[in-house]
T-cell receptor, first 111, second 114 residues
Framework: QKEVEQDPGPLSVPEGAIVSLNCTYS??????FMWYRQYSRKGPELLMY????GNKEDGRFTAQVDKSSKYISLFIRDSQPSDSATYLC???????????FGAGTTVTVRA | DAGVTQSPTHLIKTRGQQVTLRCSPK?????VSWYQQALGQGPQFIFQ?????ERQRGNFPDRFSGHQFPNYSSELNVNALLLGDSALYLC???WGQGAGTEAFFGQGTRLTVV
């Protein structure tokens, strides 16, 4: 079993829809949770960074962490064609330098 | 301000050869991490360098080695290349002695082993 599980999709939504992405994990020691966006043939770009449980909002993006369920989510409101990309969740333990990534979910927003 | 830069962008090597990939961190950053991303997979942590020392290593064989220079740039070396080493190699930089946030990734080097 992988440490971080992420449905690879693909996910296709119409422009303006809400995109819902999620990851589950098995290691309860994870404390820091991140979401990255990766365009084709590019490196990952950090979107959201959350410590421990709770919600965080930044513009059209909302990240949620539920440590009791070992489940994290990313919501994208009013999705745009430019949001079409692969979204990667990542997480790490305190005092650990290694990030553990999910496999990524490919999202297409149709104009 | 240039972000994290990697070179080369692409390269093709033959099985059994050796390869060196290079990374310059974002200005002000002193820590460099390397990741391997196979097609359709998430990045896998190879190792991290801080103060010219390997600070942490992932589950990769000794064929993978690295170096960090006084100017904080870094190299990843892979010996005795296997077909399975074909992947996108990503460099990420951060700062500080504490466990940092890999906020800045380079565009990657796509290695193809034939």
């Amino acid at each position: 079993q992988k440490e971080v599980e992420q449905d690879p999709g693909p996910l296709s939504v119409p422009e303006g829809a809400i995109v819902s992405l999620n990851c589950t994990y098995s290691n309860s020691a994870f404390q820091y949770f991140m979401w990255y966006r990766q365009y084709s043939r590019k490196g990952p770009e950090l979107l959201m960074y959350t410590y421990s449980s709770g919600n965080k909002e930044d513009g059209r993006f909302t990240a949620q962490v539920d440590k009791s369920s070992k489940y994290i989510s990313l919501f994208i409101r009013d999705s745009q064609p430019s949001d079409s990309a692969t979204y990667l969740c990542a997480m790490r333990r305190s005092n650990d330098y290694k990030l553990s990534f999910g496999a990524g979910t490919t999202v297409t927003v149709r104009a | 301000d240039a972000g994290v830069t990697q070179s080369p962008t692409h390269l093709i090597k033959t099985r059994g050869q050796q390869v060196t990939l290079r990374c310059s961190p974002k200005s002000g950053h002193d820590t460099v991490s390397w990741y391997q991303q196979a097609l359709g997979q998430g990045p896998q942590f190879i190792f991290q360098y801080y103060e010219e020392e390997e600070r942490q290593r992932g589950n990769f064989p000794d064929r993978f080695s690295g170096h960090q220079f006084p100017n904080y740039s870094s190299e990843l070396n892979v010996n005795a290349l296997l077909l399975g080493d074909s992947a996108l190699y990503l460099c990420a930089s951060s700062w500080g002695q504490g466990a940092g946030t890999e906020a800045f990734f380079g565009q990657g080097t796509r290695l193809t082993v034939v």
